[in-house]
């Protein structure tokens, strides 16, 4: 550019500054407008959930809110706003009310049950679950590894007892339950779940249950997540503790302890076996983590976030996992194997070989596959909207 | 409950629902008003856009958008609304405004340009990159496997090239073009970066540039994704068109093509190749997709989810990009060894040797294992509220 436009070029400058601002000015009074409005719902649904636990009502209705979300999806639509926008923005939102209806309270769906004994209470797990017990009315008692010498007395006249402890001793801690009384609804919170249901049924001859949230303790509410049980023994006795969790929002889902172990052996077992490995892979290879997330896409940053999470966290609580059940090495080994018969076909550059096995694995995955391709697409532009990683 | 109950309960009933029917209709109310607003916000940042383009500024401002973003967080606790709650709404109808900036067109950096050729520009991300550059008013012309004949002529008169063909042709194609312009710019789209800069420096004695999309044919806005870019040769020729790029919203990152290609073994080759495996075993071991679904942690979904949506894609790039160099092979026998090794740990039951290596794994991630652990959990939070897949 000649020096002559550079008058212009200022003149004009200023008048575009201008002209954003007139329009920044009115993003902001919009803006305002929202965070007026969003205090206003989260109000009203806070108000919701009050009468709801007064009477009762789980606060997750999944198909009430699926015709709540059908009907703005359609009223955006006929004001030009897209459909998934409002509906993506109003399941953020409703993210926020469930997290505060836990402050409401909720219904007690059996206040006449003698008190209630979390066993490794004071753990995390154990923790969340004290939590929703006295929220829902219920008389807690705490008991941890120094107060087994009050055991007898705090368990004597226990409704229910739950058993809460890291999963290398809840074998040994059930084995100790011989006293409980007859009606008393024994219950463990453990990953695993074929031993301590065998152990539970052995040493109690009341109601037996087996429950795996399948939930971090840091989740915000219950709402919408999954608990897994495994009924034990007189599920008419322990009813009122699903009806009970139903209230709270959660999924239930029943299954066999056998086919809980065999599901979790993938779930957990090998997916934490995984990312153990790549991460002791990265740091062997001494992987410049600086310069993989500069160059990430959306999908490998997410893949190194749930890859390098796991080495926050506890290791004997993963290496206890793994090595719950012999089931679960044998698989990992299958898995080794395989991925060896990968390995000669790469290094054969068996181009085809590769081809026609991947072939054979996406008729397994079916239809799933297409699903899985928009959830995924979903999810990563979400995670791409975040961005809370800059500063990384 | 005895009968007795059951008129007050009724009546009970009634009363609550006419109680949630009024809360209800006021939430209709707020959501209604809620639509109207975004409608008027998307306007407005459609309007800020349109001069920004006519301006020649670029679609994504980090500082603004975080300044903007602080502001509104004090804002919203300044009212009792979660900061987080605003900032996730706001960033979410951000991408929408995003997508439709693109609606405007762009600011032509460079004018004077003569034709753009792309070959392979009727591929996914051939035609995303022709349509970018419609978009910011330069001539585009498309070149197809079929049109090889007219190359000569096409050819004759371009500005620029783009080699946009799948990996396993792109060096065959570059070694076609040692006709063009001296002063055109060579420019490839490949995975994989060595190779193919090299073979455009040979063939071609003009400027050349390497780069590589870190995103997929399908997104909607090219706003903070990120470009790899690796400097051929004539950095001032082509500069135009890194800025060019950043009017559209990408991150460019800069990097040798020996440090892309090594990164790119861990972010796609292993990445890739691991996915692969895992989705075989599961098909080997018969795994019931469906009750690994529902018994599912947000964690254990999400990583479903990205190993199957592998398998609703093609093959061949898959295999092209991991066979794209010897050394990708070696570092996945690397990972295959280690994962030998780790398993001979859990065959002998030494969980002191598991716990050993993971803290040593730690160790190398450092701060990092916390970072990705507060992203994830809130990457999770998000894929929790969706559950877009109670259909499957």
């Known amino acids: ?14 008048a575009m500054n201008e002209e954003l601002n007139v329009l920044r000015d009115q993003i902001d009074g919009v803006d305002q407008q929202l965070v007026a409005l969003l205090a206003r719902r989260l109000a009203l649904v806070a108000e919701v959930g009050e009468v709801k636990s007064r009477h009762g009502l789980p606060i997750y209705a999944p198909d009430r809110e699926a015709a709540m979300l059908a009907k703005r999806r359609e009223e955006a639509t ?16 409703m993210r926020e009310s469930y997290s505060s209806e836990n402050d409401s309270g909720f219904k007690c769906v059996n206040p006449a049950l003698r008190s209630i004994v979390v066993i490794g209470g004071a753990g995390q797990l154990g923790r969340l679950f004290v939590h929703m017990f006295r929220l829902s009315g219920y008389r807690v008692d705490v008991l941890e590894r120094g107060d087994w010498a009050q055991a007898d007395e705090m368990l004597a006249d226990a409704g229910m007892v739950v058993v809460a402890v890291p999963i290398d001793t809840t074998c040994e801690v059930i084995d100790k339950l011989a006293m409980l009384p007859a009606d008393c609804v024994l219950v463990d919170l453990t990953s695993v779940k074929s031993q301590p249901l065998a152990h539970m049924l052995a040493v109690h001859q009341g109601p037996v249950l087996g429950l795996h949230p399948m939930f971090g303790p840091d989740v915000s509410s219950l709402a919408k997540q999954v608990v897994v049980y495994c ?22 889902h029943s299954v066999t302890a056998e086919e809980h172990d065999e599901a979790m052996s993938l779930i957990q077992a090998l997916r934490h076996f995984t990312s153990f490995v790549y991460g002791v892979h990265l ?29 926050a966290q506890d290791p ?19 898995y080794h194997q395989r991925m060896g018969e990968a390995i000669n076909m790469l290094e054969a550059a068996d181009r085809d070989g590769f081809i026609q096995t991947f072939h054979r694995a996406a008729e397994f995955f079916g239809d799933y596959a297409g699903q899985f391709l928009r959830e995924s697409k979903m999810l990563l532009a979400q995670a791409h909207d975040s961005r809370h990683h800059e500063s990384l």
Chains 1, 2 share one sequence.
């Open 78 to 93: 006929a004001s030009g706003v897209p459909a998934d926008l409002i509906e993506d923005v109003l399941r953020r939102v």
């Open 1 to 14: 550019m000649s020096s002559g436009h550079d008058r212009s070029f200022f003149l004009d400058d200023e």
């Open 316 to 334: 004997a609580l993963y290496a206890d996992i793994i090595l719950s059940s012999p089931r679960n090495v044998q698989m990992i080994r299958r």
């Open 231 to 252: 009924s034990g023994r007189d599920e008419a006795a322990y009813q009122w503790l699903l009806d009970q969790m139903r209230i709270w929002g959660v999924r239930l």
């Open 283 to 311: 740091s062997e290879e001494q992987a410049d983590l600086k310069r993989l997330l500069a160059l990430s896409s959306p999908i490998y940053r997410l893949e190194l976030a749930m890859v390098g999470r796991l080495f």
